[in-house]
């Protein structure tokens, strides 16, 4: 896919199954709606409460999760620069919330066999944002609140408006996943 | 003999923080513009021209190049002519470290202890090179590092026997295994020689050369250039979705070992490659 010129398509979140069906590896997307952040700290606590018996900070059912540890907002902004982080410290957490409804995750890098195939038994999506383009992706989160774990700090579960957020899908609802065969077209072994 | 005050120390540090994780690097700039010059696939020109955008926006508005701000590293060469008053090294080079997160809002990153996890809030400690040099100067070099690319760093020793080949084939096997994790396009540094944690300083100092500036000896620039066509034909590309462009540089740095070893290690820098550096001159002391 890599030099055919692929049309960015708008989508919105939360995710509904018949566009996360609909998504595929290599496609470009803006990304518009409510999206919640969460990275290590968070995803052990939920887990953990998911283990206890007890409810998550939000109705996981369509929601996507962005990997982010946000840096403060400075005066006038509402969030400061804001990338995704390494998905795969995620990989022992994510499998539980993709059957708990989870549908989307937004992050950069690898996943586990055991995380692509949660992603295909629960119809999910896996979307790749810019690793290091925190300061461009901020402008894209309109809204940031604190809903979960405060005393996370960076870490602390927020909920995001974001407006035409540039995402890439990176694992589809297949299986298919663009690090493996975005790799194989410009790979020169020997 | 000269002095110089911590405070003129504290807001070095302060100043240098800030503007490490803002200001992207002409070096970086340059290589990231070249390699859009040369990169095949239309996903990774179109990633390197966001990268390059991103770098403007955090310049223009003062806000940090990526979130991970990383842990603060240090290298503090002391002139064994200077004379710190006012209090210690060490604590104003954090103090500073302190200063500028807060002031910059950059990110906290730190966690007190490796299983209890508990923030720090100030994103200190900083880690501390320090050398000892000749002169009556203080030079600070902040290098703040994020830890997508540091978890992707490795080291092994060899043994003699396993020569050369053996030392190639881990570098690149070690950027292959990274693949889209540390954020390419890269930077890879490489510390040979010396001991464990020789190997494991030279590969992080490594880091700090600029883009396009060779090891000094002809035998080990030609290995850098060597190890970074392979690197460049593992075909991860920018951000890893497939491309020409996986690592800007190969930077190594070589120190003597001892006759049973060969220590190797890789510290891989994502794009967001920044050292910063200043050199504080002391005052002649008040007591000459």
């Known amino acids: ?190 | 003999m000269k002095e110089i005050h911590v405070n003129e120390v504290i807001s070095a540090v302060e100043k240098l923080c800030i503007e490490a994780n803002c200001i992207l690097n002409q070096d970086v700039i340059d290589a990231l513009n070249k390699a859009l010059g040369i990169e095949e696939s239309s996903q990774g020109r179109e990633v390197l021209q966001q990268l390059l955008e991103n770098a403007e926006i955090a310049a223009k508005e003062n806000i940090p190049i990526c979130q991970d701000t990383g842990m603060a590293v240090l290298f503090v060469e002391v002139g064994q002519n200077l004379h710190v008053i006012g209090g210690d090294l060490t604590g104003a080079l954090n103090e500073g470290v302190r200063r500028g997160y807060e002031k910059g809002f950059l990110r906290k990153s730190i966690v007190k202890d490796p299983f209890n996890r508990i923030n720090t809030g100030d994103n200190t400690p900083a880690v501390i090179h320090y050398e000892i040099v000749s002169g009556d100067k203080i030079g600070i070099t902040i290098a703040p590092k994020g830890f997508g690319s540091e978890n992707m760093g490795a080291l092994k020793m060899f043994k003699p026997s396993d020569g050369l080949p053996a030392v190639k084939n881990f570098i690149v096997e070690t950027v292959d295994k990274a693949g889209p994790n540390p954020c390419p396009p890269i930077v890879v540094g490489v510390g040979l020689g010396g001991t464990m944690e020789k190997a494991a300083y030279l590969a992080k100092k490594a880091l700090l050369r600029p883009i396009g500036e060779s090891n000094p000896v002809e035998e080990y620039a030609r290995l850098e250039q060597e190890l970074l066509t392979q690197i460049n034909h593992l075909g991860i590309g920018p951000q890893g979705f497939g491309g020409r462009t996986t690592a800007l540089a190969v930077n190594i740095e070589v120190f003597p070992t001892h006759i049973a070893g060969l220590p190797a290690a890789v510290n891989i820098n994502c794009h967001v490659t920044r050292h910063r550096q200043v050199v504080l001159e002391g005052r002649v002391s008040s007591c000459e």
């Open chain 1, 1 to 190: 896919m890599s030099n055919k010129m692929v049309e960015t398509r708008k989508i919105s979140a939360p995710l509904d199954d018949t566009t996360a069906a609909s998504l595929r590896c290599g496609e470009k997307v803006l990304i518009s709606g409510v999206v919640y952040t969460g990275r290590d700290a968070a995803h052990k606590k939920m887990t953990e409460a998911l283990a206890r018996g007890e409810g998550l900070p939000f109705d996981m059912k369509g929601q996507v999760i962005y990997f982010v540890g946000p840096a403060p907002a400075p005066p006038g902004k509402v969030i400061g620069s804001a990338g995704p982080t390494t998905s795969g410290r995620m990989d022992a957490y994510s499998p539980g919330l993709l059957a708990n409804g989870l549908k989307g995750m937004i992050g950069k890098g690898l996943r586990s066999p055991e995380v692509i195939q949660a992603i295909r038994e629960n119809g999910a999506v896996y979307f790749g944002a810019i690793g290091g383009a925190g300061a461009l992706l901020a402008s894209c989160i309109k809204e940031a609140e604190v809903i979960a774990y405060p005393e996370l700090g960076t870490e602390a579960v927020r909920r995001l408006v974001i407006e035409d957020f540039p995402a890439i899908v990176l694992i589809d609802s297949l299986g298919q996943n663009l690090y493996e065969t975005g790799r194989k077209e410009y790979q020169i072994l020997g």
